[in-house]
Every structure is written in C-alpha cells, then in structure tokens.
T-cell receptor
Framework: DTEVTQTPKHLVMGMTNKKSLKCEQH?????MYWYKQKAKKPPELMFV???????INESVPSRFSPECPNSSLLNLHLHALQPEDSALYLC?????????????????FGAGSRLTVL | GENVEQHPSTLSVQEGDSAVIKCTYSDSASNYFPWYKQELGKGPQLIID?????GEKKDQRIAVTLNKTAKHFSLHITETQPEDSAVYFCAAQLDYKLSFGAGTTVTVRA
C-alpha cells in the first residue's frame, strides 16, 4: 500500500464551525506533514510530525490545530477559520523527517481536501 | 532558508516535442531535488528525483540534470504526450524542509 488517503475530499464550512480533516497512511512512514496550497501556487508547509510528535510549526495560526493519534493517522482540526483559509490542504508522509539513511526526504502526498470557508 | 526559482511559468508544446523546465536554488547545502507533477484535482506526485552526488538521472521519457556548481537543475520530457499536461513543481531539500518552485503549467497540444 503506497497511498496517503485524505478525507473528506471537499469541505464547506462557516466561520463559526468546527471541522476536522483526516489523513491516513500505511507505509510505515514516521514523518507526516500538512501543507496548504492556494490556487496556482506551490504547497506551503504548515506542520511536521516526527514519530508522532509535533516537530515543526511554520507559524500557523492557532485556528489550525494538528493532532497525530498514532503513527498512521494525522488530523487537522479547524475552528473559526477565515475565508482566506480556503485552499487545498495536502497531507504527506515520508520515511522520517531527515530522509532516512539516504538523506532524501521523499514525500508521498495525498489527493488533498479542498476547503471552502464561507 | 532555501529559495527556488522555476522557469518558465507556462509551457505549450506540440505532441511529440520535448519540454524543458529549469530551476535554480540558493543554498549550496541543499542535497535532494525532486520533481512533482500535479494534475487537476490531485495531489502532487513524485515523478523523478536526484541527489546531490549525481549529475543526471533518466526514467523512460523523463530525465533530470543537476549542476551543483551553478546551483541549477532541469527536467526534460521527451516525446510529450497529452497525459503529460499538468503543473510541474521542482523542489530543493535543505535539512528537513522541501522548498518548492512556483510551478510550470505544461500544455501538450495534440
């Protein structure tokens, strides 16, 4: 199994709603990532989990709250979002944060969750 | 941090022709350079990568070259096909972080 599965594929929420995005991988990867991608732009790193611990937070607003319940799952909890948070949210995983023995951080991305904030 | 520049931003080629996308990076310590293809409605998919100790790598119709001295790397697609139409991103890894180029929208005309 070489996939990263993200749910839901599409999500529409109001600014007062609370919702969650979910990500799952069964490749035995120990690093998992959340990226945000606006239209016609490259992915921007938000969070990195390494061995189920948050290791990197790229100064993301607190209305985004990541969670890693176990080595296969990654969640992104959303609360009080703004319309400018509308984007494609991508989950990715890699062998580990430093790229394993090869030093190459080979990321596998999911298909993304397209979020619209009204 | 690392800064990656990618050119061109759009590229239109006739089916069967070659396509070349070029990227430059700023930090000589970057050691891994992947290329991702993103089709509409999908996540980025790794298509080829190269490590800093290699100058060239080829996989069927796709090749990547790396010039560490000049700090630039390129993606070459030969015999383009309609299914090659997508957005392509180059990236450079410094420590744990991948820095992406701005992307190139490739359109293959039938």
């Amino acid at each position: 199994d070489t996939e990263v599965t993200q749910t839901p594929k599409h999500l529409v929420m109001g600014m007062t709603n609370k919702k969650s995005l979910k990500c799952e991988q069964h490749m035995g990867h120990r690093a998992m990532y959340w990226y945000k991608q606006k239209a016609k732009k490259p992915p921007e790193l938000m969070f990195v989990y390494s061995y189920e611990k948050l290791s990197i937070n790229e100064s993301v607003p607190s209305r985004f709250s990541p969670e890693c319940p176990n080595s296969s799952l990654l969640n992104l909890h959303l609360h009080a979002l703004q319309p400018e948070d509308s984007a494609l949210y991508l989950c990715a995983s890699s062998q580990d944060r430093q790229g394993g023995h090869s030093g190459a951080n080979v990321l596998t991305f999911g298909a993304g969750s397209r979020l619209t904030v009204l | 941090g690392e800064n990656v520049e990618q050119h061109p931003s759009t590229l239109s080629v006739q089916e069967g022709d070659s396509a070349v996308i070029k990227c430059t990076y700023s930090d000589s310590a970057s050691n891994y350079f992947p290329w991702y293809k993103q089709e509409l409605g999908k996540g980025p998919q790794l298509i080829i990568d190269i490590r800093s100790n290699v100058g060239e790598k080829k996989d069927q119709r796709i090749a990547v070259t790396l010039n560490k001295t000049a700090k630039h790397f390129s993606l070459h697609i030969t015999e383009t096909q309609p299914e090659d139409s997508a957005v392509y991103f180059c990236a450079a890894q410094l420590d744990y972080k991948l820095s992406f180029g701005a992307g190139t929208t490739v359109t293959v005309r039938a």
